[in-house]
């Protein structure tokens, strides 16, 4: 089992910076592809960023490409998404998720973290 909890969360003004980190315990997430996830009120949850298990390869929504940076600590069994420029619309309630390698499927999620942009 991976247990995910993650931080950094909070209020901040349009064009803003906040820094999300997603804490691992229980299994080294070296072998896991990690993802970050949000869900606005009333909206679907939607896939924000992905890394993969060996670090190389990054993927972004696009309405998050060139403001968000996504990368891993697997020394600090941590992740990480560096969100610049935060637009009001990026308020939501951030999910951190791991997949074991070769899966599709993220098994493991955490509790979330709130961000709110104001205008």
């Known amino acids: 089992q991976v247990q995910l909890v993650e931080s950094g969360g909070g209020s901040v003004q349009a064009g803003g910076s906040l820094r999300l980190s997603c804490a691992a315990s229980?299994?080294?997430?070296?072998?896991?592809?990690m993802g970050w996830f949000r869900q606005a009120p009333g909206k679907e949850r939607e896939f924000v960023a992905a890394?993969?298990?060996?670090?190389?390869?990054?993927n972004y929504a696009d309405s998050v490409k060139g403001r968000f940076s996504i990368s891993r600590d697997n020394a600090k069994n941590t992740v990480y998404l560096q969100m610049n420029s935060l637009k009001p619309e990026d308020t939501a309630v951030y999910y951190c998720?791991?997949?074991?390698?070769?899966?599709?499927?993220?098994?493991?999620w955490g509790q979330g973290t709130q961000v709110t942009v104001s205008s």
């Open positions: 998720a791991a997949r074991a390698a070769g899966l599709q499927t993220y098994a493991y």
């Open positions: 229980g299994r080294t997430i070296s072998s896991y592809g």
């Open positions: 890394i993969s298990w060996s670090g190389p390869s990054r």
